[in-house]
């Protein structure tokens, strides 16, 4: 499914005008101690030793690509609506921090710097398109051995259902849901059997309870319900081993 068809464009649209509300949450957690903290351990913990090239596949207003960056790695951050990147660039430069954000389309990203050591992607999968397309070319941006470190949760298990008043109800609407095979995903093992489909090795998903404890505790963003995050990491095989 191209960029501009009118699934991603319902879906870009959402996000686009989202990201004021999506900005003052983000940068919320993003300031909080024990967020932050939180955050940097499951980043560190999922990306190698010593400085990387890390391609952040729907960057958003940054969150990922900010945490990541602060730790020393080389960052660039994809995103298909520029509302989104703008607050990224923001973010960025406010923290002092070297990241190159692009426009582009996460299930074909185009960007320089290819082959990366790790693609990292946070809350994108369920919302993509040709889920099984943006897999396969994420894997061709990675270098031999390179790394998949992907956060999401099964955010709509049992549904997606917005009142007619809600934005999401517009972009989320029944076409949409169609052809969007995680969104409504009942369990992150239809997150694990895409990546290896895609022909990723050596898959790992780990539930993310500090921060669905954190979560418990701080509440979430409105009109969400706290839902268990997990990060999955898989390795693109190296043919040479």
Known sequence: ??????????????????????????????THPDYNAAWTRVWRDALPDGAAT????????????????????????????PAMLAHARDNARRRG????????????????????????????LWTLPDV???????????????????????WHAGGMQHPDTDPRARAYDAEARRALALAEADAITAWEE??????FTDTEVTPLTEI?????????????RRTLQYLITARNPDPAL
Not at 62 to 77: F, P, Q, S, Y
Not at 102 to 120: H, I, K, N, Q, Y
């Open 212 to 224: 669905y404890e954190l979560d418990g505790v701080h509440g979430v963003a409105a009109g969400h």
């Open 1 to 30: 499914m191209p960029p501009n068809s009118p699934i991603q464009e319902r879906i870009t649209w959402y996000w686009d005008q989202h990201a004021p509300n999506y900005q003052r949450f983000q940068e919320q957690r993003l």
């Open 97 to 124: 921090l070297d990241i190159t954000f692009v426009e582009g389309d996460a299930v074909r990203p185009a960007v320089d710097g290819a082959p990366f050591d790790v693609l990292v992607s946070r809350y994108v």
């Open 132 to 154: 099984d397309t943006a897999l396969g070319n994420w894997r061709r941006l990675l270098r031999p051995g390179g790394r998949l470190a992907v956060v999401d949760a099964p």
């Open 194 to 199: 895409r990546i290896a489909a895609a022909g």
């Open 54 to 81: 890390i391609l952040d596949v729907g960057t958003g207003t940054g969150h990922a690509a900010l945490t990541i960056a602060a730790l020393g790695h080389r960052v660039t951050g994809l995103d298909i609506a």
